[in-house]
């Protein structure tokens, strides 16, 4: 168990570093998997990140995975438009 135990911590420590700096990976999360986690399409949340509704300090691309794109795994909402009031 205590070994189980060990390996799950390291996997959970997992690192991605990108010119010299380090993003912990539990923090971070694909567009797919963010869109499945918070109910969103994946064309809404590319196109936030191509609007800044998520900002540009909260995506990494990775250009090693063939310029895959990470991010901060919170939850993101575009500011009220008239018609939400």
């Known amino acids: 168990m205590d070994r189980l ?4 911590k390291e996997l959970s420590d997992n690192k991605l570093i990108i010119v010299g700096k380090e993003y912990p ?4 999360i694909t567009i797919a998997d963010y869109s ?3 109910s ?8 936030w990140v ?4 998520i900002p540009l ?3 990494i691309v990775v250009p ?3 310029n ?4 901060e795994d919170k939850h993101y909402q575009t500011r009220k438009t008239f018609q939400d009031q």
């Not at 969103?40 to 196109?47: D, E, G, P, Q």
């Not at 191509?50 to 509704?53: A, I, N, P, T």
């Open 25 to 28: 990976l539990s923090e971070w």
């Open 40 to 47: 969103k399409s994946a064309a809404r949340v590319v196109n």
């Open 57 to 59: 300090d909260c995506v």
């Open 5 to 8: 135990q060990k390996k799950i």
């Open 68 to 71: 895959l794109k990470l991010i």
């Open 64 to 66: 090693g995975l063939n």
């Open 36 to 38: 499945k986690k918070y």
């Open 50 to 53: 191509r609007r800044e509704v």
